[in-house]
């Protein structure tokens, strides 16, 4: 049985651990700004935003399923 051969950049960045070290961090970028679209956005402001939620998790889930 072969062992995994990694996938590095021309300059020499392990790929696989990269993409392992992303998945722990923590939130991506678009899920931060989907949870802003959920929350308030600041005390008192949820009553001026047009920030449809539900399109912005559709949207999540479908660039999500890109990966």
Do not use: C, P, W
Not at 23 to 29: C, E, H, I, V
Not at 33 to 59: H, M, N, P, Q, Y
């Amino acid at each position: 049985m072969q062992d995994h051969e990694a996938n590095f950049t021309a300059a020499g960045t392990n790929i696989d651990e990269v993409k392992k070290k992303n998945a722990q961090s923590g939130m991506s970028y678009n899920e931060v700004k989907a949870f802003l679209a959920e929350t308030t956005g600041g005390r008192g402001t949820a009553a001026f935003s047009d920030t449809d939620i539900e399109a912005v998790r559709k949207k999540l889930q479908q660039s999500g399923n890109d990966e």
